[in-house]
């Protein structure tokens, strides 16, 4: 509950960071955001985002410690250690967050201003630029290498791990316990970790443009709204 609670932090943090100029925007098109505060909001969420993938690690370990290790549980997953994670996971957003943003100020908007997106999402403030984005979006594939690629590796080692102990549980009343432990991890990992690859890292000409807006919206506002229903039911 301690990292459910970090989770539905973050949750909470990245919906109030995107809904409610969302909703300005959809009321009132005319009334424009500043260029300062486009750029806060993409920085905010990335940091959001980047938090969310690292929490989701953390919880992925945490559920293999007590189905591989229940009775060293409460040594292993110790107060400080939590803590420890945790604070990891929201500190380091933040430092690649700000390469991005210090990317973006670097180029020149000298065309439309006018973005096509429900919010100010990286991708879509980029192609607002005039100048190369070449090297923005290098640096945004190879932050989604270490920042998805690699915690979504730690998450399939740490389930493998677990579906190998779970297949050696003897009775089928341990089994069912062991999966409905899981089970709810699971949906929040496959829901989040899908829609930001397909958004992020897959061809931009297999998605249309209004496809890549529908997959934004899927990670920032619907992920936040349906974790609190995923863990809630399965409690």
């Known amino acids: 509950y301690f990292l459910l609670s970090h989770l539905a932090t973050v949750d909470i943090a990245y919906a109030y960071n ?19 505060g486009c750029l806060t909001q993409t920085f905010l969420s990335m940091s959001f985002a980047h938090t969310e993938c690292l929490l989701l690690v953390v919880m992925s370990y945490d559920r293999y410690v007590v189905i591989c290790y229940p ?18 996971s929201w500190a380091y ?5 700000l ?11 000298c065309g439309s201003h006018e973005i096509n997106h429900f919010f100010c999402e990286i991708l879509s403030v980029l192609k607002l630029a005039c100048a190369d984005t070449w090297l923005n979006q290098v640096v945004i594939f190879v932050a989604c ?20 102990a779970i297949l050696r549980i003897q009775s089928g009343e341990g089994c069912r316990k062991a999966f409905s432990t899981c089970s709810s991890h699971l949906c929040v990992v496959g829901l989040f970790f899908d829609s930001v690859i397909v958004m992020y890292m897959a061809p931009k000409s297999c998605h249309p443009e209004e ?17 609190p229903f995923i863990y809630s039911l399965r409690n």
């Open 145 to 164: 290498v270490f920042i998805i690629v690699g915690p979504l590796c730690l998450v399939l080692v740490s389930y493998t791990r677990i579906l190998s």
């Open 211 to 227: 496809q890549q807006k529908i997959l934004s919206l899927f990670y920032s506002l619907f992920n936040p709204m349906l974790n």
């Open 18 to 36: 995107t809904v409610p100029q969302m909703l300005v925007n959809l009321l009132n098109p005319a009334k424009p955001i500043s260029f300062a």
């Open 93 to 97: 957003g933040t430092p690649l967050s």
């Open 71 to 88: 009775l060293r549980y409460s040594a292993i997953m110790s107060w400080r250690l939590c803590i420890i994670l945790t604070m990891t």
């Open 99 to 109: 390469v991005h943003v210090a990317l973006i100020l670097r180029l020149p908007f």
